[in-house]
């Protein structure tokens, strides 16, 4: 499925997290059930080697649990992740220590992932330590050379997070993640705390280092212009689905699902000739622990029929590696 | 403070504003400053604007460049320990920063309102959302009880929250994010304000949400007939909903246009590269790669010499450490705080 072809390097299939949701006393006494909020409700998808895939959706859109998920940091309910072959799912300790230094994860906030306490040398040094694939006399250069790569200076190393700026904090968890020489990059939203033009620097280096260590990398974010301009393919989540998947350009010319219209038509464009004044999409985002019958996007779609309350609708294939989740869309515009 | 107290016509009187040929609100060479461990941090530094009756004034910077703080200032409202240290905000012609506490905060719930990033801290969390709209229309707008509940009912209909009398008993930590924003809109507009500041309105929001919240304003302002000052850091919204834009950075005010002239031909360096360094912008270039801006802003309790963009500023001189910061017209309407500006577009 990868734009590479070959084998895709990470294969999710149908899979399932849902978090009970912790009763009050009230309900317990009243014996409520537990209500279970549904994150991700089978997700299936492939990325194949050195590809980027965009993941983008909402609030509730599961796609911070989907990450969560690969590196079983939550464990799933249900569904089978392969990673380079290997069955993520049911891997053991070992295996997993394994896997997880193949794959590493960056997040938004770097304030947050970063010990306030550790310098950034000893920061990036850690795993590289933990893990053993440094000798300890080269543990120095290896932390300098991390700096370089990531366009910062060696004096950072003796600086605590606090002394750099949000986009250089950024800049230390890039290189901390790197540390492990992993394959495989997952960014959860890493530029939607920085300001714009903090964020093209990281984009900008995020892309440059992708493609000099041949890097796979998921890319989360809900800024549809930054997904745009650093994924491959493109996969659009609503209410722990995903709804529409494809090639970068054809999700944003072409869109095949209601809700990446409606998606791409609501975010703000900053051009005041192309203005827009009625919203692209009506009605609030259903909770996670309610979702609609049927098609779960019907309560907001324009396009909505009587089927779409009780056909719950799978990805059908709309194109070249093109798949949406639609009953009425796709069948339109091909009219 | 007893409902009849402030009812009183007293007050009323107090803050009713003359009519005048003046722009409704005059904000001249604000300076807002917050003394910090290692010196004065000037948050607004002169910063001078104008907003017209039923105008949209966009003010847009990234974080620290002082554009909530020069909202705040304008009703008085700088969090500890900030001190506002200098200059003038009138509304049509009434000085603001010398009203008595008492009289402002008359004015807060009848000329001027404000909505926030987050409706969940500004609105009280024990409190129904029916008791929080009812109580200005009572104090400011002399309501009985019924009267406000029946104006609460349509209010929440016109911010579109559906069935808006059962909503009334409602907290807001029942409500959506988007639904809270509506509630504050609610609020906000419940006094027929003429001005709105809306400081970040729909940052914490979703996409297709903030789209909703937006088109609501703009319809708002259109049918109300009030001005707002919208504050804002994301270029995409400020595009499409100001009439008019005043870029910040740190602290000062760069350059002010109409919002067309702003995004078409930006005339002071740093708006030009916050453009430059926006995906949607680079995707038109054939390389498609991102400009970014070079370093960081500079501290604001460090400010350098003259301009404070000319460390990262590509086209930076050795005149600009003796750059004033004061605001040069370019053309008519439009303004710029880089004065090397106009001679290059000459070609020079």
Known sequence: MGVNGGDPLLVVDDLHKAFAVRRSLLDRARLRPTRRAIAVDGVSLSVGRRETLGVVGESGSGKTTLARCLLRLVEPDAGSIRFDGTDVSTADRQGLQAIRRRIQMVFQDPYSSLNPRVKVGAAIAEPARVHGIVPDDAVDEHVLQLLELVGLSRSAAEQYPRQLSGGQRQRVAIARALSLNPEFLIADEPVSALDVSIQAQILNLLEDLVGSLNLTMIFIAHQLSVVRHISDRVAIMYLGRVVEIGRTEEIFECPQHPYTAGLLAAAPVPDPKKRSRAPAMQGDIPSPLNIPSGCRFRTRCPYAEPRCEVDDPSLQPVGRGHHAACHVLPFRSAD | MSPGAIRSAQYEEGVRVPASAEPLLSVDDLTTVFPTARGLAIASNSVSFHLEARETLGLVGESG????????????????????????????????????????????????????????????????????????????????????????????????????????????????????????????????????????????????????????????????????????????????????????????????????????????????????????????????????????????????????????????????????????????????????????????
């Open chain 2, 65 to 348: 460049s002082g554009k909530s703080v020069t909202c705040r200032s304008i009703l008085g409202l700088v969090p500890e320990p900030g001190r506002i240290i200098g200059g003038s905000v009138r509304l049509q012609g009434v000085e603001l920063l010398t009203l008595p506490e008492r009289k402002l905060r008359t004015l807060r719930g009848t000329q001027i309102s404000m909505i926030f990033q987050d409706p969940m801290s500004s609105l009280n969390p024990v409190y129904s959302v029916g008791e929080q709209i009812t109580e200005p229309l009572r104090i400011h707008r002399g309501m009985t009880r019924r009267e406000a509940k029946e104006e609460a009912v349509r209010l929440l209909q016109r911010v579109e929250i559906p069935a808006a009398r059962e909503r009334l008993d409602s907290y807001p930590h029942e409500l959506s994010g988007g639904m809270r924003q509506r509630v504050m809109i609610a609020i906000a507009i419940s006094c027929r304000p003429k001005l709105l500041l809306a400081d970040e309105p729909t940052t914490a929001l979703d996409v297709t949400i903030q789209d909703q919240i937006l088109s609501l304003l703009l319809e708002l302002q259109a049918e109300e007939g009030m001005a707002i000052l919208l504050v804002s850091h994301d270029l995409g919204v400020i595009a499409q909903a100001c009439d008019r834009v005043a870029v910040m950075y740190a602290g000062y005010v760069v350059e002010e246009a109409s919002t067309e002239a702003l995004f078409e031909q930006p005339a002071h360096p740093y708006t030009a590269a916050l453009l430059q360094a926006l995906p949607e912008l680079a995707a038109r270039r054939k390389d498609r790669r991102l400009v970014p801006i070079q370093g960081q802003p500079p501290e604001l309790v460090r400010l350098p010499q003259g301009c404070p963009f000319a460390p990262r500023c590509e086209l930076a001189q050795p005149a600009c450490a003796d750059v004033p910061m004061s605001l040069i017209e370019v053309t008519p309407g439009h303004l710029t705080a880089c004065p090397f500006q106009e001679r290059r577009r000459d070609g020079c």
